[in-house]
């Protein structure tokens, strides 16, 4: 780890815990800063706060209180989760105090070369295979960030023979300042989280931060499906490398069943181990950064080809009497389920969907769910997807929850059928987060197979 004195006996509020929260306070007491914690959970229900305290560092549980501000404090690390609109993150930049996030805390220490992957969907697959590639060419590629590991945990202890391979959220990117990866992925940008960022162009400039520090020295991933990527690639200092499905270009790309980079057949797209034009884009994705990095071609076949996938995004879980369940409770959007549907024949497919309402209409759903065998339709969204269903001329029935989706849905099988949980939807109207609607589908189907 790198000898970082710019923290020592500095005080710095760390806003939010859940598990990078936890992760940056650790370090920075390491680092010998003075730290406070603050976080909304009552500290009887915090069990992070609560080890964190028995460790010696100060917590402030139970909601934000404007005036813990008032002491003299150098630095803010915020969670991502956390949006730029809460007072104490307003009140804390009015005062002049940096506010970062723990994905820029992790840049500062690391002696790892970074390469960072964003985008809207496919970022964790991506990830995965990027990080499981290197490993195999002995690259040592160590998953961190969005994915599940907190960035600054895994930073502490990566070397300069290891590559820290980030999965970066439009939330951690909103808060970097020195960020500087050597490749930089951007899978897709689709309206997504405007919720959180107000509208689709402060949606990509949060993402578009992930190339601010970018030389030409430096290696930008950008997906030419999309005319959007085409004109950003215009606006960067980094040496683009273009990746696309439509059409041959200067990077990786599909042509007649293969993909190449750069005129060089690598694979067949039909050798990748997991279904769906979408992971055709992130098998290229993937090419690029490994070409980039050195990889023969030989470790990239042989790797994706036995890629089996990542847990919620299209996970075969089970067969029960000829009928299969996919798990692909990370499609929180429409994009990733209209992707999630292309790797299947519609008339075997029985869909689960349904889940927060954002004010969403699904009409742009309606041909990739046309043809459907059936829906099981939940949560608070689902007066808007049952009339995508009705637009399709789809049959579909309601259900209170996962469980009891799950449980129509194998009733409404037949042998050469597919469950496929893809909701197009958020989970929090139900859910504290995707991860847990996914693992109560995988518990039911367990259930039903007995």
């Known amino acids: 780890m790198k000898v970082i004195d710019q923290f020592k006996n500095k005080k710095v509020l760390v806003l939010g815990l859940a598990k990078s929260g936890e992760s940056a306070a650790r370090l920075l007491d390491k680092l010998g800063a003075i730290v406070t914690v603050n976080d909304s959970k009552p500290f009887e229900e915090n069990p992070a706060a609560q080890s964190l305290l028995e460790d010696g560092i100060k917590v402030v549980t139970g909601g934000h209180p404007l005036e813990l501000l008032d002491e003299d404090f150098a630095l803010m690390v915020k969670n991502p989760g956390i949006p730029y609109s809460n007072p104490m993150i307003e009140k804390a930049l009015a005062k002049g105090i940096p506010v970062l996030t723990e994905v820029e805390l992790a840049y500062l220490i690391s002696e790892a070369p970074i390469i960072g992957i964003t985008g809207s ?51 951690q990117l909103m808060g970097v300042q020195e960020f500087h990866p050597e490749i930089a992925v951007i899978t897709n940008l689709m309206p997504t989280h405007i919720d959180y960022h107000g509208s689709f162009e402060e949606y990509v400039a ?40 439509q059409e041959k270009v200067d990077g990786a790309y599909l042509e007649d069943g293969q993909l190449y980079f750069r005129g060089e057949v690598v694979m067949l797209a039909s050798e990748i181990g997991v279904p769906g034009s979408h ?13 980039l990095r050195g990889v023969d071609n030989q470790t990239i076949k042989e790797t994706l080809s036995s890629f089996g996938g990542v847990k919620h995004r299209l996970q075969f879980v089970d067969e029960i009497q000829g009928v299969k369940f996919y ?38 759903l309606v041909p990739d769910i046309t043809g459907l ?42 042998q050469g059928d597919v469950v496929l949980l893809s909701p197009a939807n958020a989970s929090w109207d139900m859910y504290a987060n995707f991860e847990v609607r996914g693992d109560l589908f995988i518990d039911t189907v367990a259930e039903l197979k007995g």
């Open 121 to 171: 969907n496919g970022k964790t697959t991506t990830t995965t295979m990027i990080g499981e590639v290197l490993t195999a060419a002995g690259q040592h590629g160590l998953l961190s960030g969005n994915i599940g590991y907190p960035a600054s945990q895994v930073a502490q202890t990566a070397t300069a023979k290891d590559t820290l391979v980030m999965e970066l959220s439009s939330f």
């Open 206 to 245: 949060a993402k578009w931060n992930i190339q601010n520090k970018m030389t030409a020295d430096d290696f930008l991933v950008l997906n030419f499906n999309q005319d959007l990527a085409k004109e950003l690639a215009t606006k960067t200092q980094a040496t683009v490398v273009p990746f696309s499905t």
């Open 279 to 291: 992971n055709v884009e992130n098998a290229l994705a993937t090419i690029a950064v490994a070409k």
């Open 327 to 364: 798990n692909d409770s990370k499609s929180t959007n429409i994009l990733a389920t209209q992707k999630a549907l292309s790797g299947f024949d519609n008339s075997k497919v029985i869909l689960i969907a349904g889940g927060l309402d954002r004010g969403n209409e699904f009409d742009e």
């Open 373 to 414: 065998k059936k829906m099981v339709i939940l949560g608070q969204s689902a007066e808007r997807v049952k009339r995508a269903a009705d637009k399709a001329g789809v049959a579909y029935v309601d259900a209170t929850d996962i469980a009891d989706a799950t449980r129509k849905a194998y009733e409404l099988a037949t």
